[in-house]
């Protein structure tokens, strides 16, 4: 329940820094990093804002009070994670299916803050030593640090991790890994990683943010199989009951070794956390109703409009509250698969995406509560907005003739309808614009060039996007598209999107607040021929390859922004996507027997990680 700065975000989307919004002045103090020597903690441009002695986060209660359970659902998923079922506890290679709160039982050599988007202080490791060249770390390691069966964890366990994660980790693992050119031993205390001139800015935070297993215990087992038995950890939890595909409760480690150090005080509060599994939207929200979950992101329009009714709401007993989100929302969209012959045609993906009508949607299926996302970095500075400045096309010129003319215009914005559902200028256009991609209409059949009709299957694990999607699928068929949805479980839904076995899928990949070349894990073009990436839409184009090199190369937030925004530009130049929608507010619901202190991180609500149980507010509502 600590913050980290990678893992399940790295593997979401990419992203090697905690969300957050606007950084234009971003928290920063006199504690740079040092070139020789050791300091307590490592940051994106070197530049720490809380010195070695810092009691606690400033976020935090301090006092907070340790018991009690906290019950949740799975919203997001990373890695080979579903939200539907799980049959692996190993969530950090391909294999299986991997399940929730797996983070809780590992440390990383240190760990992140809500206040302060790419910096790390130190966790496992005391201190770490950097070269002038910033190529080499010396992580020094905490001689109290051990496993949850007392044995010492040692930079041998370090070394092990960071080699294992690279050859045979997760491909989201992998591929960011590239870079590191060796992890060994120094005795048991030092920890040396060294990492390629071609590095990243940022991998040095990823290698930080690692979980890190117990040598000895993977010796005798197969790293790359799924597994039901509780692997080793070091963390403030460990696995306690489950059944597979039904939940999971993780139970806090009493005499957990790091539960003093200053990235741990006020966290960690609940003595048992447990993840339910329902693969239907309306089931789990009555197993909220219901008090079997206890705490509620909701991500369901029609429920948060209409569903809040219940007599638990009106007694008081849950409390719903709208928090203005300050996070970088994640690029929801249907994605093509531009493996398939018949999305090779840009011109043919974006009139697809002119049959979506997004403010008919909006009104009468989502409430009027959503935004129209236009970006893939909404919400924070890196969104491309009007034309390019100079700094973005010194980065831009290089490939002109090589992109679409129109990324050196106004930054594309999907079109606005009558709000009809059935707009007759748009699907008008967009049909102008299959024939000039040489479609071909055949009475009620529109024939790709190559004379094979035009099918689109949505691939999708949910039904819950039916409403959504099926007045979208009978535009598409005014024009003589056959769009149908295959709703699939989700164990074959994720073993579809590792094979990149569809057409077009729905997806929502993470922002980030400090953008990195992780990045090159969703768009990537060595991501987009690697089975299980993230790169679902098999992008490949050097110039995006070249400006996410140019975002981990920037020696400044402001060259970051820069590189972000041509990124942006490009990507949304290539339509390959069309854009869903986004919340300006975060949806919280929850039983009213939970506290919470009365900061909240800069860069997050800090829900529920933050919170603690509260036992006199549970009595009052017949759950104590």
């Known amino acids: 329940m600590a913050m980290r700065i990678t893992r399940r975000r790295l593997l979401e989307a990419g992203g090697a820094a905690m969300a957050g919004a606007s950084l234009s002045a971003l928290p920063r103090g006199a504690w740079a990093q040092a070139e020789t020597g050791e300091i307590h903690g490592l940051s994106t441009f070197g530049e720490l804002a809380l010195p070695p002695d810092f009691p606690h986060f400033a976020y ?47 440390d990383s050599l240190m760990a992140g803050s809500g206040d302060e988007p790419g910096a790390l202080y130190g966790l496992l490791a005391k201190s770490v030593a950097v070269s002038a060249d910033k190529l080499t770390y010396r992580f020094r390691l905490r001689p109290e640090a ?24 997760h491909p989201s693992f992998r591929l960011v890994l590239n870079e590191l050119v060796s992890a060994t031993a120094e005795g048991e205390d030092i920890a040396v990683v060294t990492l390629s001139p071609k590095r990243g800015r940022d991998l040095h935070l990823v290698v930080a943010g690692l979980p890190i297993f117990s040598e000895k215990y993977w010796s005798t087992r197969n790293f790359e199989a799924s597994t039901l038995e509780p692997p080793l950890g070091s963390g403030a939890y460990k696995v306690g009951r489950f059944e597979q595909g039904r939940f999971i409760e993780f139970e806090r480690v009493p005499d957990y070794w790091a539960k003093d150090l200053p990235v741990n005080i006020g966290v960690n509060n609940f003595d048992r956390v447990r993840w339910e599994y329902f693969r239907d939207r309306q089931v789990a929200f009555e ?38 989100s300050t996070a970088p929302t994640r690029s929801q969209g249907w994605y093509f698969n531009l493996r398939r012959d018949a999305f090779k045609d840009p011109r043919i993906r974006e009139a697809l995406g002119l049959c979506f009508d997004f403010e008919w949607t909006n009104k009468n299926i989502i409430f009027g509560a959503y935004t129209r996302m236009t970006s893939f970095f909404e919400n924070s500075d890196s969104k491309a907005v009007g034309t390019p400045s100079p700094e973005e096309l010194a980065l831009l010129e290089p490939f002109r003739g090589k992109v679409p003319d129109t990324v050196f215009g106004e930054a594309y914005l999907p079109p606005v309808s009558d709000g009809s559902g059935s707009d007759r200028t748009l699907l008008r256009k967009a049909d102008e614009m ?47 598209i056959n769009a149908t949805s295959r709703i699939v479980d989700a164990a074959q839904y994720q073993r579809r999107l590792q094979e990149f076995d569809f057409d077009m899928v729905s997806m929502a990949l993470g922002g980030s607040a400090i953008p990195s070349d992780t990045l090159r894990i969703v768009y990537g073009s060595e991501a987009a021929k690697t089975r299980g990436s993230r790169n679902a839409a ?5 110039a995006i390859d070249a400006m996410i090199d140019h975002i981990g190369r920037a020696k400044s937030y402001a060259e970051v922004v ?11 130049a290539g339509q390959y996507w069309i854009p869903m929608w986004w919340n300006p507010n975060e949806w919280l619901a929850f039983w009213d027997m939970f ?9 997050s609500s800090g829900a529920p990680s933050i919170w603690w149980y509260d036992a006199e507010k549970a009595k009052r509502i017949g759950k104590g």
Not at 595 to 603: L, S
């Open 60 to 106: 935090v209660n301090p006092k907070a009070p340790k018991g009690g359970t906290i019950t949740l659902q799975i919203k997001s998923a990373g890695g080979n994670q579903n939200f539907d079922t799980f049959n692996t506890l190993n969530t950090f290679v391909l294999q299986g299916d991997g399940a929730a709160g797996m983070d809780a039982c590992f």
């Open 146 to 169: 051990k496993f949850h069966d007392g044995t010492r964890i040692t930079a041998a366990d370090v070394a092990f991790s960071m080699n294992i994660l690279k050859s045979k980790g």
């Open 287 to 324: 197993a909220f109703k219901s008090g079997v979950i206890t705490f509620q992101e909701e991500y369901t329009s029609r429920i948060w409009a209409t569903g809040y009714d219940f007599p638990a709401i009106k007694e008081g007993k849950v409390r719903k509250e709208s928090l203005p």
């Open 434 to 480: 299959f024939r000039a991609a040489g479609c071909k209409r055949d009475g009620n059949v529109l024939k790709l060039p190559d004379g094979r009709p035009f099918e689109i299957e949505f691939l999708d694990f949910s039904a819950a996007l039916q409403p959504h999607t099926q007045p979208f699928q009978a535009n598409l068929k005014r024009l003589g």
């Open 538 to 542: 098999g992008i490949a184009d050097p």
């Open 562 to 572: 820069v590189a972000a925004k041509c990124l942006d530009r490009l990507l949304r």
């Open 595 to 603: 506290d919470r202190p009365e900061t909240k991180p800069k860069y």
